[in-house]
């Protein structure tokens, strides 16, 4: 038997965003919306310099072993394939997120980063794992979507990378990516 690796994530993904406003307004957005939080403002002569960070609306994660299971309320997030333990096959994350709620318009995304934390391996020790994520053009709900019930619409490629093993925080660029969504 073949052990394929699979990565266990805490339901904790953020975007930490640095944007540029125009103007001399004193807060870009409500501090209280949330689990969205201002980490920081700086006034600069071009405008101001903020920086968030902005959950997830909507996470889940499908799996092909248990095709009409849905795993949308548990705390933890999969990613690989496993064949031990629950047996869960092939994983794919599904994640949404509302960036237009957060972000004002006209605002200048000057860094964008995705972080997640990895809280777990299996097996303990093993090697990257290497991914692609693509844009998700389908809708789905939290709380019902399975490997059966979702019939993915896929756009365009977001990227191709590892996923470390390491556990603990990562952090990805997704700046274009955010930058699309506001515009």
Same mark, same amino acid.
């Given at each position: 038997m073949i052990r394929k690796p699979f990565l266990m994530f805490t339901v904790l993904l953020l975007f930490v965003l640095l944007v540029s406003t125009v103007g001399a307004q004193d807060s870009i957005v409500d501090e209280e919306v949330g689990e969205f939080a201002i980490l920081s403002q700086e006034v600069t002569p071009d405008g101001i310099n903020t920086t968030v960070t902005i959950p997830n609306k909507k996470d889940a994660f499908i799996?092909?072993?248990?095709?009409?299971?849905?795993?949308?309320?548990?705390? %933890?997030?999969? @990613?690989?394939y496993s064949l031990t333990g629950e047996s869960l096959g092939a994983m794919r994350l599904l994640l949404q997120?509302?960036?237009? %709620?957060? =972000?004002?318009?006209?605002?200048? =995304?000057?860094?964008?980063? @995705?972080? =997640?934390?990895?809280?777990?391996?299996?097996?303990?020790? %093993?090697a990257n794992m290497g991914f692609k994520a693509l844009y998700l053009t389908s809708e789905w709900s939290e709380k019902s979507v399975t490997w059966n019930s979702h019939q993915p619409a896929w756009g365009s490629e977001i990227g191709i990378g590892n996923a470390s093993s390491q556990l603990g925080w990562h952090e990805g660029d997704v700046t274009q990516m955010v930058r699309e969504w506001i515009d």
């Open positions: 799996a092909s072993n248990q095709p009409n299971t849905n795993f949308g309320l548990r705390n %933890d997030m999969q @990613l690989g997120y509302q960036v237009q %709620d957060y =972000i004002p318009q006209g605002a200048v =995304i000057n860094s964008a980063k @995705l972080q =997640i934390f990895l809280t777990g391996v299996t097996p303990a020790g %093993d």
